[in-house]
């Protein structure tokens, strides 16, 4: 594999990692969503430095580590500390190298040590490279994130007025003056508001799952739903209907085609002509 010096360095730096995960933990209940989260964001900066440290400093082949802490800066936190992330990493990477150029500290070479590392400005290029490579993954990260944040928010907002608009509907429905049933393709009731269920004289119970034509007997209602053929609405039907209660009264139908969600089927609405036509 070519390591050519103890691992011990870096397991102790992992195991600092598994630690640090283990107070995240317990910090879960008493930190903040987005405070725990900082928090876990600065320690695993740190913890990649460390890792860069013990694998070879300037030569460590894994300093696109800090990419994997910026992304998931992105998808946790707001748009701004995405780049206080990627600014974080530079600056950590940069304090190593400047240390290590510096000859304050001498990293663990895990790899076989380059010895061209500070020869004719290779330092400064490889401190560019990643410069550019932190700041480009998090605009990119953050700008996606972003982006995937406001089109949740709005299918947020169009589910709530989605949710708004079918309740208004609903009220209206069972406020109306007239009465309203809406049947399967069969006549087979499926809804009724309180208006139909006053007019015609029975409950919801004795009126759901009930065909139209046997709560409402009249012969063109009848023959709508007797027909296989499609029938040619909208169009009105009249006539007098005794109620469950004995009292008869006359009536208009106008029926129309419902097409809602998929469902097929039909809506009546009934108007009582009582008054006018006597």
């Known amino acids: 594999l070519g390591i050519t010096a103890p691992i011990e360095p870096l397991c102790r730096v992992i ?13 879960f209940k008493v930190l903040t969503l987005k405070q725990n989260a900082s928090m876990q964001v600065a320690g695993d900066l740190l913890l990649v430095g460390g890792i860069l440290y013990t694998t070879g400093g300037i030569d460590s082949p894994i300093s696109f580590l800090f990419l994997f802490v910026i992304i998931a800066t992105s998808v946790t936190l707001p748009r701004a500390a995405t780049y206080l992330a990627a600014s974080g990493a530079i600056i950590i990477y940069g ?17 076989p040590e380059a010895k061209v590392s500070f020869e004719s400005g290779y330092v400064f290029y490889v401190i560019f490279l990643n410069i550019v490579s932190y700041y480009t993954v998090a605009y990119l990260s953050s700008f996606l994130s972003h982006r995937l944040r406001m089109v949740k928010e709005e299918l947020q907002q169009a589910s709530i007025s989605l949710e708004e608009q079918r309740a ?3 009220n209206i ?20 508001n309180p208006a139909a269920r006053f007019l015609i004289g029975y409950s919801i119970g004795e009126s759901l799952e009930k065909p139209v034509d046997q709560l409402i007997p009249l012969a063109e209602l009848n023959a709508l739903f007797l027909d296989n053929k499609k ?25 129309s085609h419902l097409t809602d969600l998929n469902i097929e089927g039909y809506i009546l609405v ?6 006018v036509k006597g």
């Open 15 to 27: 195991g600092t990692g598994f630690f640090m995960s283990l107070i995240y933990v317990a910090l």
């Open 95 to 111: 304090v190593l190298v400047d240390l290590e150029y510096y000859g304050i500290i001498t990293p663990v070479y895990l790899f």
């Open 168 to 170: 208004f509907n609903r």
């Open 173 to 192: 429905v069972q406020n109306m003056g007239s009465g309203l049933i809406t049947t399967n393709l069969y006549g087979i009731i499926t809804s009724i």
């Open 231 to 255: 029938p040619n609405l909208p169009k009105q039907i009249e006539g007098e209907y005794k109620r469950k209660d004995g009292k008869i009264i006359f009536i208009r139908i106008k029926i």
């Open 270 to 275: 009934f108007e009582d002509l009582t008054e």
